[in-house]
Nanobody
Framework: VEVVESGGGLVQTGGSLRLSCRVF????????MDWYWQPPGKGRELIAQ???????IYADSVKGRFTLSRDNDRQMAFLQMNSLKPADTGLYYC??????????WGEGIQVTVSS
């Protein structure tokens, strides 16, 4: 199973980006599609969960600004990021999670928000 993120880049404060996560060789309808954020020099933090039962969960830091969605037919998940701040800068990772033995990560994608 391969997970590939795309859509990152450089954006100004207040701007938007849409991250995409493509999963190969599995059916993501059986998976939670989670997004993690790793700021420079710090650990990885769970910021948004698109659970397989349809529940959407957001960390307080992104609630109201970020929106999850998925397209199970295309094996893709998305993170729409609006009102971006310099504090949102970091690496963003997509994780397809079914069990502890079936948890697949992308390599991460850089998002940089300039002030």
């Amino acid at each position: 199973v391969e997970v590939v993120e795309s859509g990152g880049g450089l954006v100004q404060t207040g701007g938007s980006l849409r991250l995409s996560c493509r999963v190969f060789e599995t059916d993501i309808s059986d998976y939670d599609m989670d997004w993690y954020w790793q700021p420079p020099g710090k650990g990885r933090e769970l910021i948004a969960q698109d659970k397989r039962n349809g529940e959407l969960i957001y960390a307080d830091s992104v609630k109201g600004r970020f929106t999850l969605s998925r397209d199970n037919d295309r094996q893709m998940a998305f993170l729409q990021m609006n009102s971006l701040k310099p504090a949102d800068t970091g690496l963003y990772y997509c994780n397809a999670y079914k069990t502890i033995y079936k948890s697949y990560w992308g390599e991460g994608i850089q998002v940089t928000v300039s002030s």
